[in-house]
């Protein structure tokens, strides 16, 4: 897994301990370029804990890893230039409008002041907000802020996407758009590195790891993971393997 | 620390302020209120003391007596009553200060050389009136007695006596005793407080109760630039207050200072800035805005007000609390605005509470860095 300069993410005996809680333990596992990727787990899994470790918001209790090249220790800086992160509650500031976000995200990520104007336009007509820019977020309905959220977090044009749970509290119409729009990014060379718990999202993986109380319980693209699962039932869907998996790590 | 990052949240925090009635309340009402409300209700100076008078004796000596009382511009004598218990029952409902009481057979007393004695009652209720008071007609009655002396020994055909010590009193720095002089100075310290860190108190709070903070986490914003970029827009408006209080203190108050106001701008800078990182520390700390909140009243604001030598003397208190007043930034301020403000000090007598002042910013800063690392910014 060492060395392979195509990718993306690359973590081996990733470990997070709370006190003598373990919450990942030792997961290793690796990103292409280019890839959309996906965490699974039930709630508590350790899926916001290993991304938040990846996009260098806490640090690892033990292991390596390397995120767009730079190691999740000693660059966490770095990682953060060159990644977005959007949280499951869209973290944007709901007492600003849709603008007054973007210019501070833009400045935060030191952009330049010449590329600012386009990158404006571009993110609002590509989360299709353009006839609210100036209204309060507050104001907008949980889809709209959701584009938001993601326009905001791609602003500075980063390698890495990550998203955790990106589309929770969000309509089912609102999602479909949502992984279309992922996978226009992905074709455009972006890695898209995305936790969740909804199945039907899980499919639009390329590759998927499933975790469980911190361990991984399975790893491979959709289909394989149904296969090496049920290999005697054809008719059997993630949704199964899922529970499946995660009964049998509960006993 | 990148200029263009700390620009980018300066101006967020900005929005939030503007668009933060309560925020807007405490950063403007709230010190006019203060001013107008310590300038004008909380008098400390003591004009006249309302006083009764119990005339038993009744004759000119007595009626001489009481005209000289009220003519003195001390005393303001309300009413003339007829026994001693309505006067207890005056004083007793708080319609009068002082009730003063001349015996019957007071000028035959007087007339035969033996000591007269005068009951004077005081509501001791407020001990700082009551004290004021007290002077007021010891000396009075010191005066009354040396008039007599004097007047009897030249009726006696004695030469003209001279009293043998005359003291020559006359207060500086604040020549009329007036309060306010010293009260405006102080306002600005409590403002000050106020604005800087009870304001600021919430700013990092806020990020936490909103979930904004995992955001800012995620992106290449250090903990400097953070404290930094947050700290400007309040640090900004700390200072309009200061100077809208100093122009108020002179238009309404006619307090002027005697020493440079670049002294007091370089001291309020200071200040401000001590201020402002008590403020985000207590936010870091308590991560909630209610919390926050209140532990920036007790622990900035009540100790400013009370600890800092500006309504109460620390010259009074317990041991403890007078060690306690040396580590609240706001006693050396006032310190400073007094010097500035009554004595018209320079920087040459002044600097150790400005040092102090920096020292105090410079560890306040640390520690808030420190707090912020540990939490991974």
New interface residues.
């Given amino acids: 897994m060492n060395n392979s300069g195509s990718d993306a993410v690359m973590v081996e005996d990733l470990e997070k301990r709370f006190g003598r809680f373990v919450a990942v333990d030792k997961i290793s596992f690796a990103v292409k370029k280019g890839e959309v990727f996906g965490l699974l787990g039930p709630n508590g899994a350790g899926k916001s804990t290993t991304i938040r470790m990846l996009c260098g918001i806490i640090a690892p209790t033990s292991g390596y890893g390397r995120v767009a090249g730079h190691d999740i220790f000693s660059e966490p800086e770095a990682i953060k230039h060159a990644i977005g992160y959007m949280s499951q509650k869209f973290s944007l500031y709901e007492d600003m409008t849709p603008y007054e976000n973007i210019r501070f995200y833009l400045g935060v990520y030191e952009v330049p002041q010449e590329a600012w104007k386009e990158r404006i336009e571009w993110v609002l007509d590509m989360a299709r907000l353009q006839d609210v820019r100036y209204r309060i977020t507050r104001e907008l309905p949980p889809g709209w802020r959701q584009r938001l959220a993601l326009g905001c977090a791609l602003l500075h044009r980063p390698e890495i996407l990550f998203l955790d749970e990106p589309t929770s509290g969000v309509d089912p119409i609102t999602r479909r758009s949502f992984w279309e729009f992922i996978n226009t990014l992905a074709a455009q060379g972006v890695t898209v590195f995305v936790t969740t718990h909804y199945m039907d999202e899980a499919r639009n993986c390329q590759r998927l790891v499933m975790i469980n109380e911190g361990k991984i319980a399975a790893m491979g693209s959709p289909s394989e993971i149904i296969a090496e699962v049920f290999p005697c039932r054809p008719e059997a869907d993630l949704s199964d393997v899922f529970i499946h998996l995660m009964a049998r790590r509960g006993e | 620390m990148?200029p263009?990052?700390i620009?980018?949240?300066a101006?967020?925090e900005f929005?939030?302020l503007v668009?933060?009635f309560r925020s807007m309340y405490l950063a403007f009402m709230i010190p006019l209120l203060l001013i107008l409300m310590f300038g004008y209700a909380l008098s400390l100076d003591v004009d006249s003391v309302r006083t009764v008078v119990v005339d038993h004796d009744k004759t000119e000596v007595s009626r001489d007596f009481v005209r000289k009382l009220n003519a003195s511009s001390y005393f303001e004598i309300t009413h003339h009553l007829n026994d001693s218990s309505t006067a207890v029952r005056y004083l007793d409902q708080g319609l009068t200060t002082m009730a003063i009481v001349i015996p019957p057979e007071w000028t035959e007393d007087l007339k035969a050389d033996r000591t007269a004695s005068l009951q004077v009652l005081i509501d001791g209720s407020d001990p700082n009136f009551a004290g004021i008071s007290r002077g007021y007609i010891t000396a009075f009655v010191e005066a009354y007695n040396r008039d007599r002396l004097i007047s009897f020994l030249n009726r006696k055909g004695m030469e003209v006596i001279k009293p043998p010590v005359d003291g020559r009193i006359r207060v500086w720095f604040n020549e009329d005793l007036d309060s306010r002089n010293f009260i405006v100075p102080g306002i600005i310290a409590i403002i000050i407080m106020i604005v800087g860190a009870m304001l600021t108190s919430l700013v990092i709070a806020r990020e936490y109760e909103?979930?904004?903070m995992?955001?800012i986490?995620?992106?290449?914003?250090?903990g400097g630039e953070l404290l930094l970029g947050k700290a400007i827009p309040y640090f900004l408006i700390a200072l309009i207050d200061v100077l809208v209080a100093v122009f108020m203190g002179q238009v309404l108050f006619g307090v002027v200072m005697k020493s440079s106001f670049s002294l007091l701008v370089l001291a309020s800078t200071i200040y401000i800035s001590v201020a402002l990182s008590l403020g985000l520390l207590i936010s870091i700390a308590t991560k909630s805005q209610l919390v926050a909140n209140q532990m920036a009243i007790l622990i900035t604001f009540l100790p400013s007000l009370l600890l800092s030598n500006f309504v109460f003397p620390v010259g009074n208190m317990p041991r403890i609390f007078q060690l306690l007043t040396c580590i609240i930034p706001a006693t050396y301020f006032i310190d400073i605005l007094n010097g500035i403000y009554l004595r018209g000090l320079g920087i040459a007598h002044l600097w150790p509470s400005y040092l102090v002042l920096v020292g105090m910013l410079i560890v306040l800063s640390n520690i808030g860095f420190a707090l912020l690392r540990r939490e991974?910014m």
């Fill in positions: 990148n263009v990052i620009k980018a949240i101006r967020k929005y939030h668009r933060d909103n979930g904004t995992e955001t986490r995620s992106l290449p914003v250090g991974g």
